[in-house]
């Protein structure tokens, strides 16, 4: 939850309640002893919705909490408003991986965090850039400055234990690399839940912007915003943007929040 731009939940709390979680295994939310699949994530959150008396939201999710979003919106229709996917995709055969380059880095910072293994500058360099995208580096060339004394993916990322990001590395790759799979465009296509799709246009590496173009050609009415000079950290990069988009698109589409 810290890791959230202040400026961006400003924005949108001043006209929506907003409801923010970290998911099981991360800072102080443990970890249980239930399988870490999409489908225990998702009712984890139908679960907190009802201890929390919330019949129905608007529902965000962000890079890997967007598979999440999409899976708690097609086990849970009722439940939700509208579906707000930033840096996603609908996953199975049709996904545009990541480069094989990129997938290997982060195999091996995984693989590293898990034993205790320092990373490299530049290896951290990498996976920032990767992120960022060669845009924001070019207006910002400062970003890559600063990681001399950071060893582990734990400096970076506080609360995120080495475990936690192993199973999320897994069950992303379980949504992305599955080729026996058709996705969740046409389920949530036959939903039809009013959604809206962000992506930032150098959002090559980490989540291939052409995905958020998939999603959008197969929901019929989705929205879709591109954002230039954003990577897959547009949510840092362009926060109060991205709040002023969402209440926009909220207020146009007549939810209640």
Known sequence: MDARDPSFLTGLS???????????????????????????????TAGLMDVLKIP????????????????????????VNSLILVGSSCGGKDHTPKPPEFIKLQSEIVNKSLNNISLTTEEIKSLVAGSLGSGWIKLHPESLEGF??????????????????????????????????????????KLAIPTL????????????????????????????????DAGHAVMDQYPEEIGKILNTFLSTTNVNS
């Open 148 to 189: 001399e004394n950071i060893t582990s993916l734990q400096q970076m990322k506080l609360g995120l234990p080495p475990e936690i990001v192993n199973n999320q590395n897994n069950v992303g790759k379980h949504w992305e690399d599955n080729p026996n799979w058709s996705g969740v465009c046409d389920e949530l296509a």
């Open 197 to 228: 799709v962000i992506t930032g246009t150098d959002d090559n590496m980490y989540q291939p912007h052409v995905n958020s173009l998939q999603i959008v050609e197969k929901i019929p009415g989705a929205w879709l915003v591109q954002i230039k």
């Open 56 to 79: 129905k939201a608007d529902v965000m999710g962000y890079s890997l909490g967007s598979y999440l979003a999409q899976q708690l919106t097609m086990m849970y229709p009722d439940n």
């Open 14 to 44: 001043s006209n929506h309640t907003v409801f923010e979680f970290d998911q099981r295994g991360i800072a102080n939310t443990t970890a249980g002893s239930k399988p870490y699949t999409y489908q225990q994530l998702a009712n984890d």
